[in-house]
């Protein structure tokens, strides 16, 4: 018998290979220990053994589990939709209803009964409703009276002056009250030259009046012309004219106080200022629309003015206006307020006066340039004396006894130039005075004002 090798030994008689832990070949030869050439090996029993063996099947069995876990837990990658074919029309109903069912994703359970349904199609996701238009915003104020002011004019007549606006290239409109009785007038643009019109319709019970010129202007700029329909409490408005006639394009800003009847006329009262010489032009919203002609203002309040809707200007330039009535607005709005108001005369009379003290403060600021002005015309254009005891040497201007002298050659448009200045300056103060004088401002304190400005002057005064 050989000796044994690790876990087993060598049957000498067969050859087989025997377990250590078994003492007997198969064949019937017993194993001698004395018979071993090496060492025998320490050997396991038969228990240690089969511990070992229950340890590899415990290991082996946890690790099965936990990859069936994982198999199961884990979701399998989405299998690609087969392309739906279009099902023949010999194909059962059952079948259709099976690959229908396939294509959407929803197969009926296998042990449901078969059935083919019409296709519903899937409801249109919910319609959202697109924002609403963000309204225009109006135009930059600057934007605005540089394109409004080229429309607006000067109305010069036998007894004043007032405003005007193109809207059309041959027509102007303006209040009845500023064309008074004249028949034509002088017409001043904005670029400074001059136009002659004439009457064409006049509507007292409107204070509205439309003169024509002899033929359209190709580039006079015309006013868009909007509604009263439109106008609301609250929203801003500019108004644009002369005031005092002289103080072309003069420009104040205010809101819509409120859209007011007086009779059968539709006045717009707003708080911007109107001063004489304002009436006939317009009031304009933030778009730049005329949505009135101003017309008047309240002296005994202040903040207080009205402009008569721009529908009724529609009405003319159409001719559907029909004069119902002799009455005009400004008549109908002062009954009204006669009857509800008592103006505290004292109070009224210090605006008033201090209303007159600042447009005098403004015209001397234009006397003062003409000072300069008259100083150097009279130094290259003019030759002999002329008449003194005047605040202002150039009021010599206003009395040709004073002027004694003669024009140099060549300076005839410079002389004509310098009385046109003067004329105006002199418009204006005349015009402030009739509406302080109107306001009940006193005569005396009248008089101390243009001293004070150093525009006092006899032919003035009344």
Same mark, same amino acid.
């Given at each position: 018998?050989?000796?044994?090798?690790? !876990?087993?030994?060598?049957?000498?008689?067969?050859?087989?290979?025997?377990?250590?832990?078994?003492?007997?070949?198969?064949?019937?030869?017993?194993?001698?220990?004395?018979?071993?050439?090496?060492?025998?090996?320490?050997?396991?029993?038969?228990?240690?053994?089969?511990?070992?063996?229950?340890?590899?099947?415990?290991?082996?069995?946890?690790?099965?589990?936990?990859?069936?876990?994982?198999?199961?837990?884990?979701?399998?990658?989405?299998?690609? !939709?087969?392309?739906?074919?279009?099902?023949?029309?010999?194909?059962?109903?059952?079948?259709?209803?099976?690959?229908?069912a396939?294509?959407?994703?929803?197969?009926?359970?296998?042990?449901?009964?078969?059935v083919?349904?019409?296709?519903?199609?899937?409801?249109?996701?919910?319609?959202?409703?697109?924002?609403?238009p963000?309204?225009a915003?109006?135009?930059?104020?600057?934007?605005?009276?540089?394109?409004?002011?080229?429309?607006?004019?000067?109305?010069?007549?036998?007894?004043?002056?007032?405003?005007?606006?193109?809207?059309?290239?041959? $027509?102007?409109?303006?209040?009845?009250h500023? !064309?008074?009785?004249?028949?034509?007038?002088?017409?001043?643009?904005?670029?400074?030259?001059?136009l002659?019109?004439?009457?064409?319709?006049?509507?007292?019970?409107?204070?509205?009046?439309?003169?024509?010129?002899?033929?359209?202007?190709?580039?006079?700029?015309?006013?868009?012309?909007?509604?009263?329909?439109?106008?609301?409490?609250?929203?801003?408005?500019?108004?644009?004219?002369?005031?005092?006639?002289?103080?072309?394009?003069?420009?104040?800003?205010?809101?819509?106080?409120?859209?007011?009847?007086?009779?059968?006329?539709?006045?717009?009262?707003?708080?911007?200022?109107?001063?004489?010489?304002?009436?006939?032009?317009?009031?304009?919203?933030?778009?730049?629309?005329?949505?009135?002609?101003?017309?008047?203002?309240?002296?005994?309040?202040?903040?207080?003015?009205?402009?008569?809707?721009?529908?009724?200007?529609?009405?003319?330039?159409?001719?559907?206006? $029909?004069?119902?009535?002799?009455?005009?607005?400004?008549?109908?709005?002062?009954?009204?307020?006669?009857?509800?108001?008592?103006?505290d005369?004292?109070?009224?009379?210090?605006?008033?006066?201090?209303?007159?003290?600042?447009?005098?403060?403004q015209?001397?600021?234009?006397?003062?340039?003409?000072?300069?002005?008259?100083?150097?015309?009279?130094?290259?254009?003019?030759?002999?004396?002329?008449?003194?005891?005047?605040?202002?040497?150039?009021?010599?201007?206003?009395?040709?006894? !004073?002027?004694?002298?003669?024009?140099?050659?060549?300076?005839?448009?410079?002389?004509?130039?310098?009385?046109?200045?003067?004329?105006?300056?002199?418009?204006g103060?005349?015009?402030?005075?009739?509406?302080?004088?109107?306001?009940?401002?006193?005569?005396?304190?009248?008089?101390?004002?243009?001293?004070?400005?150093?525009?006092?002057?006899?032919?003035?005064?009344?």
């Open positions: 018998m050989t000796a044994s090798s690790g !876990a087993s030994w060598t049957c000498p008689a067969c050859s087989r290979r025997v377990p250590s832990h078994v003492s007997q070949c198969r064949c019937g030869r017993a194993r001698r220990d004395a018979d071993t050439t090496t060492p025998a090996v320490p050997t396991q029993s038969h228990s240690v053994f089969m511990a070992k063996m229950a340890a590899a099947v415990l290991v082996g069995a946890a690790a099965t589990a936990w990859v069936v876990f994982y198999a199961r837990s884990t979701p399998a990658p989405p299998r690609a !939709a087969a392309p739906l074919r279009k099902p023949s029309a010999e194909l059962p109903p059952a079948i259709v209803a099976r690959v229908v396939d294509a959407n994703g929803s197969r009926p359970d296998a042990a449901e009964p078969a083919a349904r019409p296709i519903v199609p899937a409801a249109p996701p919910p319609a959202v409703a697109a924002p609403a963000t309204p915003a109006g135009v930059p104020l600057e934007d605005l009276v540089a394109r409004v002011s080229p429309t607006v004019v000067v109305i010069e007549t036998s007894t004043g002056s007032g405003s005007g606006v193109f809207v059309r290239p041959d $027509t102007i409109v303006t209040n009845a500023v !064309a008074g009785s004249d028949l034509t007038f002088r017409v001043r643009r904005a670029s400074g030259d001059t002659r019109a004439r009457v064409d319709t006049v509507a007292r019970d409107l204070d509205l009046a439309l003169l024509k010129l002899s033929a359209p202007l190709a580039e006079q700029p015309v006013a868009s012309l909007g509604s009263a329909a439109s106008v609301r409490s609250g929203q801003e408005v500019v108004a644009i004219g002369s005031a005092l006639g002289v103080l072309q394009n003069t420009v104040t800003r205010g809101i819509v106080s409120g859209v007011r009847q007086a009779g059968s006329v539709t006045l717009i009262q707003t708080d911007a200022a109107i001063n004489p010489g304002n009436s006939g032009g317009p009031l304009v919203d933030r778009s730049g629309n005329v949505i009135g002609i101003n017309t008047m203002g309240v002296a005994e309040a202040q903040g207080i003015s009205f402009a008569v809707s721009v529908d009724h200007v529609r009405e003319l330039l159409s001719g559907q206006h $029909t004069t119902s009535t002799s009455a005009t607005p400004a008549s109908s709005l002062n009954q009204t307020l006669n009857a509800r108001t008592a103006p005369s004292e109070t009224s009379r210090e605006r008033s006066t201090t209303a007159y003290d600042q447009i005098i403060a015209l001397a600021r234009r006397a003062d340039s003409m000072d300069d002005y008259w100083r150097r015309f009279k130094s290259s254009c003019y030759r002999g004396p002329v008449g003194s005891g005047y605040d202002r040497e150039w009021f010599a201007l206003f009395d040709p006894r !004073a002027m004694r002298g003669s024009v140099a050659e060549g300076c005839s448009n410079a002389f004509a130039d310098a009385q046109q200045q003067a004329n105006e300056i002199r418009a103060v005349v015009a402030a005075g009739e509406a302080a004088r109107k306001a009940d401002v006193y005569p005396g304190v009248r008089r101390d004002v243009l001293k004070k400005y150093r525009l006092d002057y006899a032919g003035w005064h009344p």
